[in-house]
Protein backbone atom coordinates (compact mmCIF):
# COMPACT_ATOMS: atom_id res chain seq x y z
CA UNK A 1 0.00 0.00 0.00
CA UNK A 2 1.54 3.31 -1.06
CA UNK A 3 1.47 6.20 0.96
CA UNK A 4 -0.95 8.26 -0.72
CA UNK A 5 -3.85 4.88 -0.30
CA UNK A 6 -2.75 5.54 3.58
CA UNK A 7 -3.79 8.90 3.52
CA UNK A 8 -6.82 8.42 1.23
CA UNK A 9 -8.08 6.07 4.44
CA UNK A 10 -9.04 9.40 6.55
CA UNK A 11 -11.66 11.42 5.59
CA UNK A 12 -10.79 15.05 4.99
CA UNK A 13 -12.62 15.49 8.90
CA UNK A 14 -9.22 13.74 10.02
CA UNK A 15 -6.73 15.82 8.21
CA UNK A 16 -8.41 18.91 9.21
CA UNK A 17 -8.18 17.59 12.99
CA UNK A 18 -4.83 16.39 12.93
CA UNK A 19 -3.45 19.99 11.36
CA UNK A 20 -5.80 21.59 14.07
CA UNK A 21 -4.27 19.13 16.75
CA UNK A 22 -0.13 20.33 15.20
CA UNK A 23 -1.23 23.84 14.45
CA UNK A 24 -2.71 24.41 18.22
CA UNK A 25 0.68 22.71 19.56
CA UNK A 26 2.79 25.17 17.69
CA UNK A 27 1.04 28.48 18.15
CA UNK A 28 0.41 27.67 22.26
CA UNK A 29 4.17 27.37 21.83
CA UNK A 30 5.22 30.40 19.86
CA UNK A 31 2.24 32.45 22.31
CA UNK A 32 3.72 31.55 25.79
CA UNK A 33 7.60 32.01 25.59
CA UNK A 34 6.99 35.44 23.28
CA UNK A 35 8.74 37.95 25.20
CA UNK A 36 7.67 41.09 23.55
CA UNK A 37 3.66 40.53 24.29
CA UNK A 38 1.52 42.92 26.06
CA UNK A 39 0.20 39.95 28.05
CA UNK A 40 3.45 37.50 29.28
CA UNK A 41 3.26 34.10 30.20
CA UNK A 42 4.15 32.50 33.52
CA UNK A 43 6.50 31.00 31.59
CA UNK A 44 8.74 34.34 30.74
CA UNK A 45 8.00 35.39 33.84
CA UNK A 46 9.87 32.35 35.78
CA UNK A 47 12.37 33.70 33.53
CA UNK A 48 13.02 36.89 35.30
CA UNK A 49 12.90 34.88 38.66
CA UNK A 50 15.97 32.77 37.70
CA UNK A 51 17.62 35.77 37.05
CA UNK A 52 16.73 36.87 40.52
CA UNK A 53 17.84 33.97 41.44
CA UNK A 54 20.91 33.76 40.66
CA UNK A 55 21.79 37.12 41.85
CA UNK A 56 20.80 36.33 45.31
CA UNK A 57 22.86 33.12 45.23
CA UNK A 58 25.91 35.28 44.69
CA UNK A 59 25.78 36.56 48.22
CA UNK A 60 23.79 33.30 49.43
CA UNK A 61 26.44 31.55 51.85
CA UNK A 62 26.39 28.80 52.43
CA UNK A 63 24.74 27.64 48.85
CA UNK A 64 23.82 24.30 49.52
CA UNK A 65 20.08 25.74 48.56
CA UNK A 66 21.12 26.27 45.45
CA UNK A 67 22.54 23.02 45.03
CA UNK A 68 19.29 21.13 46.27
CA UNK A 69 16.99 23.17 44.25
CA UNK A 70 18.71 22.27 40.68
CA UNK A 71 19.00 18.83 42.36
CA UNK A 72 15.06 18.89 42.76
CA UNK A 73 14.74 20.24 39.13
CA UNK A 74 17.33 17.56 37.15
CA UNK A 75 15.22 15.14 39.33
CA UNK A 76 11.96 16.47 37.87
CA UNK A 77 13.08 16.13 34.35
CA UNK A 78 14.40 12.41 34.96
CA UNK A 79 10.97 11.37 36.05
CA UNK A 80 9.30 12.83 33.13
CA UNK A 81 11.89 11.43 30.52
CA UNK A 82 11.82 7.69 32.34
CA UNK A 83 7.57 8.11 31.68
CA UNK A 84 7.84 8.83 28.25
CA UNK A 85 10.24 6.26 27.55
CA UNK A 86 7.95 3.94 29.10
CA UNK A 87 5.03 5.12 26.97
CA UNK A 88 6.88 5.03 23.99
CA UNK A 89 7.91 1.37 24.96
CA UNK A 90 3.82 0.98 25.48
CA UNK A 91 2.82 2.26 22.17
CA UNK A 92 5.47 0.30 19.81
CA UNK A 93 4.41 -2.52 21.77
CA UNK A 94 0.54 -2.25 20.73
CA UNK A 95 1.46 -1.48 16.98
CA UNK A 96 3.59 -4.96 17.02
CA UNK A 97 0.42 -6.96 18.41
CA UNK A 98 -2.02 -6.16 15.20
CA UNK A 99 -4.72 -8.67 16.83
CA UNK A 100 -4.71 -6.62 19.86
CA UNK A 101 -5.18 -3.39 18.33
CA UNK A 102 -8.14 -4.99 16.00
CA UNK A 103 -9.30 -5.89 19.79
CA UNK A 104 -9.23 -2.04 20.86
CA UNK A 105 -10.55 -0.64 17.84
CA UNK A 106 -13.84 -2.88 17.68
CA UNK A 107 -13.88 -2.00 21.13
CA UNK A 108 -13.74 1.66 20.39
CA UNK A 109 -15.93 2.22 16.92
CA UNK A 110 -18.36 0.23 15.08
CA UNK A 111 -16.48 1.01 11.41
CA UNK A 112 -14.79 -1.63 10.10
CA UNK A 113 -11.20 -0.05 9.16
CA UNK A 114 -7.90 -1.48 8.47
CA UNK A 115 -5.48 -2.10 11.30
CA UNK A 116 -2.93 0.34 9.11
CA UNK A 117 -5.19 3.40 10.15
CA UNK A 118 -4.77 2.56 14.23
CA UNK A 119 -1.78 2.27 14.03
CA UNK A 120 -1.37 5.85 11.87
CA UNK A 121 -3.12 7.16 14.73
CA UNK A 122 -0.63 5.81 17.51
CA UNK A 123 2.47 6.83 15.44
CA UNK A 124 0.83 10.13 15.49
CA UNK A 125 0.86 10.61 19.26
CA UNK A 126 4.02 8.34 19.96
CA UNK A 127 5.69 11.49 17.97
CA UNK A 128 4.24 13.66 20.25
CA UNK A 129 5.68 11.86 22.81
CA UNK A 130 9.22 11.13 21.58
CA UNK A 131 9.74 14.36 21.30
CA UNK A 132 8.58 14.94 24.84
CA UNK A 133 11.22 12.57 25.44
CA UNK A 134 13.90 14.37 23.73
CA UNK A 135 13.30 17.52 25.33
CA UNK A 136 13.40 16.16 28.91
CA UNK A 137 16.39 14.40 28.47
CA UNK A 138 18.22 17.94 27.07
CA UNK A 139 16.72 19.97 29.63
CA UNK A 140 18.05 17.45 32.30
CA UNK A 141 21.61 17.51 30.92
CA UNK A 142 21.69 21.83 30.86
CA UNK A 143 20.27 21.29 34.19
CA UNK A 144 23.61 19.50 34.82
CA UNK A 145 25.59 22.11 33.04
CA UNK A 146 23.60 24.96 35.30
CA UNK A 147 25.04 22.73 38.60
CA UNK A 148 28.85 23.17 36.62
CA UNK A 149 28.82 27.04 36.43
CA UNK A 150 27.26 27.57 39.69
CA UNK A 151 29.99 25.48 41.19
CA UNK A 152 32.13 27.84 38.96
CA UNK A 153 30.98 30.79 40.75
CA UNK A 154 33.28 32.74 43.33
CA UNK A 155 32.52 32.64 46.70
CA UNK A 156 32.91 36.27 47.02
CA UNK A 157 29.98 38.47 44.98
CA UNK A 158 32.46 41.09 44.42
CA UNK A 159 34.99 38.91 43.17
CA UNK A 160 35.81 39.43 38.84
CA UNK A 161 33.40 37.15 36.82
CA UNK A 162 31.52 36.62 39.64
CA UNK A 163 28.61 38.28 38.13
CA UNK A 164 29.08 37.11 34.74
CA UNK A 165 29.36 33.37 36.02
CA UNK A 166 26.06 34.45 37.68
CA UNK A 167 24.48 35.47 34.69
CA UNK A 168 25.83 32.78 32.48
CA UNK A 169 23.91 30.02 35.25
CA UNK A 170 20.61 32.23 35.04
CA UNK A 171 21.18 31.83 31.39
CA UNK A 172 21.67 28.35 31.08
CA UNK A 173 19.04 27.74 33.55
CA UNK A 174 16.84 29.37 31.07
CA UNK A 175 17.22 27.46 28.10
CA UNK A 176 16.88 24.29 30.40
CA UNK A 177 13.20 25.39 31.51
CA UNK A 178 12.52 26.24 28.28
CA UNK A 179 13.52 22.49 26.94
CA UNK A 180 11.23 21.27 29.65
CA UNK A 181 8.25 23.46 29.15
CA UNK A 182 8.40 22.44 25.39
CA UNK A 183 8.18 18.67 26.39
CA UNK A 184 5.27 19.47 28.63
CA UNK A 185 2.94 20.92 25.78
CA UNK A 186 4.07 18.04 23.94
CA UNK A 187 3.46 15.63 26.06
CA UNK A 188 -0.27 17.34 27.06
CA UNK A 189 -1.00 17.46 22.94
CA UNK A 190 0.43 13.71 22.96
CA UNK A 191 -2.53 13.26 25.24
CA UNK A 192 -5.06 14.96 23.02
CA UNK A 193 -4.01 12.82 20.22
CA UNK A 194 -4.86 9.96 21.97
CA UNK A 195 -8.53 11.21 21.81
CA UNK A 196 -8.03 10.70 17.58
CA UNK A 197 -8.65 6.83 18.53
CA UNK A 198 -12.61 7.92 18.47
CA UNK A 199 -12.82 9.88 16.01
CA UNK A 200 -11.78 13.36 14.05
CA UNK A 201 -14.44 15.32 16.01
CA UNK A 202 -12.91 13.63 19.67
CA UNK A 203 -9.35 14.68 18.26
CA UNK A 204 -10.71 18.21 17.64
CA UNK A 205 -12.46 18.69 20.48
CA UNK A 206 -9.12 17.62 22.63
CA UNK A 207 -7.00 19.95 20.58
CA UNK A 208 -9.19 22.61 21.56
CA UNK A 209 -9.69 21.59 25.41
CA UNK A 210 -5.98 21.18 25.90
CA UNK A 211 -4.50 24.66 24.11
CA UNK A 212 -7.38 26.41 26.32
CA UNK A 213 -6.26 24.54 29.57
CA UNK A 214 -2.77 25.97 28.26
CA UNK A 215 -3.34 29.80 27.90
CA UNK A 216 -5.72 30.17 31.17
CA UNK A 217 -2.68 28.40 33.30
CA UNK A 218 -0.20 31.03 31.45
CA UNK A 219 -1.93 33.69 31.05
CA UNK A 220 -5.25 33.91 33.36
CA UNK A 221 -4.11 31.40 36.31
CA UNK A 222 -3.85 32.78 39.88
CA UNK A 223 -0.44 31.87 39.65
CA UNK A 224 0.16 34.23 37.13
CA UNK A 225 -1.52 37.10 39.32
CA UNK A 226 0.77 35.87 42.29
CA UNK A 227 3.77 36.30 39.94
CA UNK A 228 2.82 39.82 39.51
CA UNK A 229 2.58 41.41 42.52
CA UNK A 230 5.04 43.12 43.38
CA UNK A 231 7.70 42.93 46.62
CA UNK A 232 7.13 44.97 49.86
CA UNK A 233 8.92 47.56 50.02
CA UNK A 234 11.48 47.49 52.93
CA UNK A 235 12.16 50.80 54.89
CA UNK A 236 14.81 51.25 57.29
Known sequence: MTWAERMNLFSPLDHAALALLV??????????????????????????????????????EP???????????????????????????????????TERLAGVAADLTSQDVPAIVWEIKIIVVLLFVANSFLKYVWAHRLFGYCA??????????????????????????????????????????????????????????????????LWRREFASQSRAILLKSPPETGR
Open 23 to 60: GLWLWIGWRIERHGATRISVSVLMEGFRREWMRVMLAR
Open 63 to 97: RILDSQMLAILRQGTAFFASASMIAIGGGLALIGN
Open 148 to 213: VLMAAVPNEAGAPGAGVRAEQTAALSNTAARSFNKGMRSTYFALAGVAWLLGPVALGAAALATAAI
